[in-house]
């Protein structure tokens, strides 16, 4: 059975970077032509996609959030993560890893499962 | 960008009541749909995939139709643990983007 399981700082200080990593466990990140990517959501408010990365390494990004965010992939630890560049008190949010997407022509496999999120503030 | 808007944003319904979620999308998406609820506190969980698929476990009072811009979210018999917040999610195209959201909350 996957699961996911998100981890990081749970405080960021205003212009820094946040980074967060997903370890994926049940299951190898590369063994399938997954997609696997982050989903947010404020305190109060509703979700947002951020991104998404291909086992291989292709990074899809929100343009909303693009020119601050980089996902990346490391096979090797069965993780992917997440960079979020000069953040401010908006990016305070609970931050979701998931499963993303499938190459293939079914959909069971769309976001599904995620990791059961962190709370990252961003405060100095 | 594709635009989801759910109607309405909250509702309140009594157990037994059957209710419907309606999820609008600015373009077509074919059935690229997911339906989610939410508890709070809690991670959001998928109700419905391929926009009528009933993912594994959930009871089959939950339904889903739809395809193209107009897609519905059916609960045939409230029941208290449904109590909660429903999102639609287009991936269809990038950005993947979800509605705003409907609380449901008890009557």
């Known amino acids: 059975q996957l699961q996911l399981q998100e981890s990081g700082p749970g405080l960021v200080k205003p212009s820094e970077t946040l980074s967060l990593t997903c370890t994926v466990s049940g299951g190898s990140i590369s063994s399938s032509s997954y997609y696997w990517g982050w989903i947010r959501q404020p305190p109060g408010k509703g979700l947002e996609w951020i991104g998404s990365?291909?086992?291989?390494?292709?990074?899809y990004y929100n343009p909303s959030l693009k020119s601050r965010v980089t996902i990346s992939v490391d096979t090797s630890k069965n993780q992917f993560s997440l960079k979020l560049s000069s953040v401010t008190a908006a990016d305070t949010a609970v931050y979701y890893c998931a499963r993303t997407g499938e190459l293939s022509l079914y959909l069971d496999n769309w976001f599904d499962p995620w990791g059961q999120g962190t709370l990252v503030t961003v405060s100095s | 960008d594709i635009q989801m808007t759910q109607s309405p944003s909250a509702m309140s319904a009594s157990v037994g009541d059957r209710v419907t979620i309606t999820c609008r999308a600015s373009q077509g998406i074919s059935n690229y749909l997911a339906w989610f609820q939410q508890k709070p506190g809690k991670v959001p969980k998928r109700l419905i995939y391929a926009s009528s698929s009933l993912q594994s476990g959930v009871p089959s009072r939950f339904s889903g139709s739809g395809s193209g811009t107009e897609f519905t979210l059916t609960i045939s018999s409230l029941q208290p643990e449904d109590f909660a917040t429903y999102y639609c999610?287009?991936?269809?195209?990038?950005?993947?983007?979800f509605g705003q959201g409907t609380k449901l909350e008890i009557k």
């Open positions: 999610l287009q991936h269809n195209s990038y950005p993947y983007t």
């Open positions: 990365i291909y086992y291989s390494g292709s990074t």
